[in-house]
């Protein structure tokens, strides 16, 4: 699935440098919108993300997913809540003051540069047995926009986090006891890689899709709607 996301991405990104002859400005991309998603791993979910934009290049996100997981005989609700500061800027303002032996370079903002730092809050639930738990951690995406703001982008990006998987508590040998369902962090920080493609319709409105990979769970599949702001 990896190499699907890949191939989309390069397919997209020839298409963006095939149309050099259109002479499109680059006028930086927005960072405030609101957005519904559909979200399809090995079930169906929903997500809801906000941007607004700060002084500056600086912006805030908060987003909220929803989503069931199929686990042994039973289903649990997996609820992802994030806060992120984010921070943008084109790659040609950033490598603006590189300089070789006095010689300055000259770099076009071909593309955007982004970093978001926050927190990411992940809770199970379920209906069936007494089993509900909170955990928070620290939560970094980085990657890059590209293409037309006023037409099709493309992106590509990294999401590093610790992130949760269920377990089943194994009684001691020798006792008697209940089974009851417990989740676990992964030892290692997950990290997804993604790429998505986003068709500004008009100056409000937005279609998005992205696909992630994830060390821990099932490759994803967004579809959503954007409101620009």
């Known amino acids: 699935m990896l190499k699907l996301v890949l191939l989309l991405g390069i397919i997209f990104t020839l298409n963006v440098i095939s149309k050099e002859d259109e002479k499109i400005e680059y006028e930086g991309f927005e960072y405030s919108s609101l957005g519904l998603d559909i979200i399809q791993t090995d079930s169906t979910g929903v997500g809801l993300k906000v941007s607004i934009p700060l002084p500056g290049n600086l912006y805030v996100i ?28 084109g790659i040609g303002d950033i490598l ?36 509900s738990e909170d955990d928070s951690k620290a939560n970094v995406i980085t990657g890059i926009r590209f293409g ?16 949760a998987e269920i377990s089943i508590k194994q009684c001691p040998p020798g006792q008697v006891c209940t089974e009851e369902l417990q ?3 992964d030892d290692e920080t997950d990290r997804k890689f993604g790429a998505g493609i986003l068709y500004n319709i008009n100056k409000r409105s937005a279609v998005t899709i992205e696909m992630s990979t994830s060390k821990i769970f099932d490759t994803s599949l967004k579809i959503g709607y954007q409101l620009n702001f």
């Open 148 to 163: 037309d703001s006023e037409g099709w982008e493309g992106r590509f990006f990294v999401d590093f986090s610790k992130d």
């Open 62 to 89: 908060a987003e909220r997913r929803a989503e069931e997981i199929d686990f042994s005989e039973d289903s649990y609700e997996r609820i992802i809540s994030a806060l992120r500061l984010g921070f943008h800027s």
């Open 183 to 185: 989740y676990e962090l």
């Open 96 to 131: 603006s003051s590189v300089s070789a032996r006095g010689l300055k370079l000259d770099i076009k903002n071909i593309f955007d540069v982004y970093t978001e730092l926050g927190i990411k809050t992940t809770s199970y639930d379920s209906n069936i047995v007494l089993f």
